[in-house]
């Protein structure tokens, strides 16, 4: 089992480009998370999918950001543009279910650096 | 809505000294309660969970009690070590909930 995987590790970009940030769920999972967090804020929960639909996208700070689950294995969050305030580290997760006794597995997340 | 609090770190300790972290929830129904670890650089971690009333739930030495008469789940280790130094979040995932609520997270940090 290869985790949840997020690409790249490490992003550093100059405001106003776009950055996008990629993540493979557990094979058979069918709900999908990205996180943000920041020293400042915490672990914000930006948009949760499930079997590839967003539920609840509450959480996206703006316009900037959208996300897509195109299918049950590959999910992009994408900012456009970027700004340096959205320098954080963004996890991405994934759960086996929507049952209350399922956890989430975690990615080791991408660190974004915006100048 | 959904809750959850734990007390607010930083904490320090020396190696071998007793842990306890404090976390208190509001949920309605019967929630499942998680422990998460989060090591420096790293994703966070499953640690431990319990899913009803009275299960204590415990991986690497640390134990959760799930006390629904209090609405807590403090997490505890008897002897710690350097390698524990990280960060811990208390989360539930109410009955009906498809998303899990998370704490603010406590910072841990021992001292050889």
């Known amino acids: 089992d290869a985790g949840v995987i997020q690409s790249p590790r490490h992003e550093v970009t100059e405001m106003g480009q776009e950055v996008t940030l990629r993540c493979k769920p557990i094979?058979?999972?069918?709900?999908l998370f990205w996180y943000r967090q920041t020293m400042m804020r915490g672990l914000e929960l930006l948009i949760y999918f499930n079997n590839n639909v967003p539920i609840d996208d509450s959480g996206m700070p703006e316009d900037r950001f959208s996300a897509k689950m195109p299918n049950a294995s590959f999910s992009t969050l994408k900012i456009q543009p970027s700004e340096p305030r959205d320098s954080a580290v963004y996890f991405c997760a994934s759960s086996l279910g929507e049952g209350h006794n399922y956890g989430y597995t975690f990615g080791s997340g991408t660190r974004l650096t915006v100048v | 809505g959904d809750s959850v609090t734990q007390m607010e770190g930083p904490v320090t300790l020396s190696e071998e000294a007793f842990l306890t972290i404090n976390c208190t929830y509001t949920?309605?129904?019967?929630?499942?309660l998680f422990w998460y670890v989060q090591y420096p650089g790293e994703g966070l971690q499953l640690l431990l969970k319990a899913t009803k009333a009275d299960d204590k739930g415990s991986n690497k030495g640390f134990e959760a009690t799930y006390r629904k008469e209090t609405t807590s789940f403090h997490l505890e280790k008897g002897s710690v070590q350097v390698s524990d130094s990280a960060v811990y979040f208390c989360?539930?995932?109410?009955?009906?909930?498809?998303?899990?609520?998370f704490g603010s997270g406590t910072r841990l940090s021992i001292r050889p």
């Open positions: 949920a309605t129904g019967y929630p499942s």
């Open positions: 094979s058979g999972h069918n709900s």
């Open positions: 989360a539930l995932r109410g009955s009906s909930a498809s998303k899990i609520i």
